[in-house]
């Protein structure tokens, strides 16, 4: 799981745990000028994920990491799709960040809030 806060203008993600392992990431920042907007989606993970690289994929049990389809890299960190959330980024390294967070509807209302 991820732990999502804003600080200095940024939106910091923090991975739990072994998702840090699984992930091969412990932490993102990404300036919130480069946030696009962020949505509860449970069904994204059925969704094709493409080639990972690196990261980790066991299904039904996690995505975590680094994957690239059509171009786009997105990072994964979900072990539970019922509370997964999608922030759309632009001009970063990722263009998505699909994350499982404790409470999907707050997650993304603290994104949203703090693009206003």
């Known amino acids: 799981m991820a732990l999502i806060r804003i600080a200095n203008d940024n939106l910091v993600v923090v991975m739990e745990g072994l998702d840090k392992l699984w992930a091969f990431k412990s932490r993102l920042t990404i300036p919130l000028a480069n946030v696009r907007g962020a949505t509860v989606d449970p ?56 994350l499982q967070v404790d409470d999907p509807r707050a997650a993304v209302a603290l994104v949203e809030n703090a693009l206003v």
């Open 43 to 98: 069904g994204i993970a059925t969704d094709f994920k493409g080639i990972r690289a690196p990261g980790s994929h066991l299904p039904g049990v996690i995505i975590a990491g680094t994957f690239h389809h059509d171009g786009d890299k997105v990072f994964w960190d979900v072990k539970d799709a019922s509370k997964a959330i999608v922030v759309e980024l632009a001009d970063e390294e990722y263009t998505r960040l699909v």
